[in-house]
Nanobody, 122 residues
Framework: QVQLVESGGGLVQPGGSLRLSCAAS????????MGWFRQAPGKQRELVAR???????KYSDSVKGRFTISRDNAKNTVYLQMNSLKPEDTAVYYC????????????????WGQGTQVTVSS
């Protein structure tokens, strides 16, 4: 049973924008921290942004000021607005839920989406 469904990836030129969406089941969305991870070829998966049920947000240093995470409680959906995209943002982006973040760490998410490819290239 698929519980997190991502959409919105694609090819964009450097400096462009994309918005990713992640639709979740109500039981997951209403009770869990939601977030976006990404994994580029040959690199480890990294946490990009997360949002709590109380709308507290946290971003990686590499995307701070360019990406915005938000959640729509009426639609059980979390978004990642990505602006000023750079080639180094190219990766598969994964929606995830049910994890805890520390200063520089996080627990393994309980739920994962299937991933959506974002490619930033001219």
């Amino acid at each position: 049973q698929v519980q997190l469904v991502e959409s919105g990836g694609g090819l964009v030129q450097p400096g462009g924008s994309l918005r990713l969406s992640c639709a979740a089941s109500e039981s997951i969305f209403s009770r869990n921290v939601m977030g976006w991870f990404r994994q580029a070829p040959g690199k480890q998966r990294e946490l990009v942004a997360r949002i709590t049920t109380g709308n507290s947000t946290k971003y990686s240093d590499s995307v701070k000021g360019r990406f915005t995470i938000s959640r729509d409680n009426a639609k059980n959906t979390v978004y990642l607005q990505m602006n000023s995209l750079k080639p180094e943002d190219t990766a598969v982006y994964y929606c995830a839920a049910g994890f805890i973040t520390g200063t520089n760490s996080y627990t393994p998410p309980r739920y994962w989406g299937q991933g959506t490819q974002v490619t930033v290239s001219s």
